[in-house]
């Protein structure tokens, strides 16, 4: 017997489909609301709406868990690796061993990237953010590869595009950095698993050897994991809207990584350092920028705390925060913003307004910190955390596209003048 619900206006009554989800979750399929009633619904920053109907990534913010098609984000940081995480996304199942030596290999023979990028690096000034850099180069693919524009081609034709750029934005990354400090850009090696190489790219110096240290590599690794896909987020959401007018892959891609960019979103990893950073030179004091954080006359807000829909720690927080302790007694690293960071925590875990308001570390919070152990620059978190997005935003423009879903196209309802009638130019 399918479930249904009923809307009662102006004296009449409306009968709406449930559906139910794989995990129990129960949405109103108001799909023939405004044909039935004339009504639309209005939720601002869509925190009660669904946009649509996935299999790849559930979570449950009351209870803080997090599976990617199926498996625990716990047990897949812990036994996968971040090449294999991304296959499993983008075409639903654990690879056998002869599809992740072919994906794999796919990847590391397409790494490279056309020598015109380096006159396209060229252009941007060395203080450009490494974001916008990222999305101008990933939107340049499609100059490279023209075939990516047509999102309805075969198959074959789509999954090229996808390790194409799963293979170069390894690459963009590090060059980015590397014009960014005016440094000569290191080639990729086909040689080299997926953090070896991007390492590789972004720290070997001109004229010196360079060692991958597997402590960092695997560290990089399980935090690529940890972002890979985390629902219908702001940029997420942004790739499947861009995706849904039939826009490439990599437009879509590049319009996600500029809304990831924004500091409430992935940008918030580079806040997080930039504010425990103020903390430690304001001599420490927490409370003070607790105090500030709930001040509504303040715009400051404690960067890496709250989300839209964790009410509970955030799983990832938690593996972060174990990592981060790892890697810097690993790497015999002493960095003080992480002992800031435990007793800011310590402090909003006691906090009413923050209890109160349900706000817990979130991924960006711990993130910064072994970033900044792994040597990694405060501006090129965020684009290390779209590195790890990238297979989530694969997997739901590819699922969006594969589902024929229409071309995304909000209501509003409009609250400004109504009949007004041109008053000429000398008369106003
Ligand atoms: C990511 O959606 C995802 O899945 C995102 C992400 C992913 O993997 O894709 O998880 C990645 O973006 C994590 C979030 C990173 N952003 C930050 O750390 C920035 C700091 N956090 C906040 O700006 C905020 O918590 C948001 C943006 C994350 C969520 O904002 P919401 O859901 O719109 O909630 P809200 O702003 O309405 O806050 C509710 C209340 C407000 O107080 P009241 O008006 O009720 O009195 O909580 C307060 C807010 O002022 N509040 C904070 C706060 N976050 C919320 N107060 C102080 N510091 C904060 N960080």
């Not at 693919?141 to 996808?162: C, H, K, Q, W, Y």
């Not at 960092?216 to 790739?239: G, M």
């Not at 402090?347 to 991924?363: I, Q």
Request: aromatic fraction near 10%.
């Amino acid at each position: 017997m399918s479930e249904t619900a009923k809307i009662i206006y102006d004296g009449k009554e409306y009968e709406l489909p449930v559906i139910t989800g794989t995990e129990n979750e129960k949405a109103i399929d108001i799909g023939s609301l405004r044909q039935m009633s004339g009504l639309i619904t209005l939720d601002y920053g869509y925190k009660n709406t669904g946009a649509t109907s996935s299999k790849i990534t559930f979570l449950d913010g009351e209870k803080g868990i997090l599976k990617y098609r199926g498996y625990g984000i716990e047990e897949l940081a812990e036994k996968s690796s971040f090449i294999e995480v991304a296959y499993l996304l983008i075409f639903g199942d654990l690879p056998n061993q002869d599809q992740l030596e072919r994906f794999e290999g796919a990847i590391r023979n397409n790494r490279m990237v056309h020598e015109d990028y380096k006159r396209i690096l060229g252009g941007f000034p060395s203080r450009s953010h490494p974001m916008g850099v990222l999305s101008s180069l990933v939107t340049s693919l499609t100059a490279f590869f023209p075939e990516s524009l047509d999102p309805n081609r075969s198959p074959e034709g789509v999954n090229l595009s996808i390790v194409r750029i799963l293979a170069k934005m390894p690459t963009f990354a590090a060059w980015t950095y590397k014009h960014k400090i005016g440094h000569p850009v290191n080639y990729p090696s086909s040689k080299e698993d997926y953090c070896s190489n991007l390492l590789h790219m972004m720290f070997k110096q001109p004229g010196a050897d360079y060692e991958v240290d597997p402590v960092i590599a695997n560290a990089l690794d399980k935090l690529l994991i940890l972002h890979a896909d985390h629902e219908q987020n702001c940029s997420t959401s942004t790739v499947r809207i861009t995706g849904s007018s039939h826009g490439s892959l990599y437009t879509s891609v590049s319009a996600g990584i500029n809304a990831l960019w924004g500091p409430l979103h992935g940008g918030a990893n580079m806040e997080v350092i930039n504010t425990l950073e103020n903390i430690r030179e304001d001599g420490g004091d927490t409370k003070k920028w607790m105090d500030k954080a709930k001040d509504k006359d303040d715009p400051f807000r404690l960067m890496g705390f709250g989300h839209r829909v964790y009410k509970n720690f955030d799983p990832r927080a938690r593996i972060i925060k174990k990592a981060a302790d790892d890697v810097l007694d690993k790497l015999g690293v002493n960095d003080p913003v992480l002992d800031i960071a435990k007793g800011l925590e310590r402090v909003a875990l006691e906090d009413e307004y923050f209890v109160e308001r349900k706000l817990y570390p979130n991924v960006d919070f711990y993130s910064g910190i072994i970033y900044r152990a792994l040597g990694i620059p405060v501006d090129m978190f965020t684009v290390l955390f779209a590195l790890g997005r990238l297979p989530g935003w694969i997997a739901q423009w590819k699922e969006m596209r594969e589902n024929k879903e229409p071309i995304g196209r909000p209501r509003q309802v409009y609250t400004g003048e109504t009949n007004r009638t041109y008053v000429p130019l000398n008369q106003r």
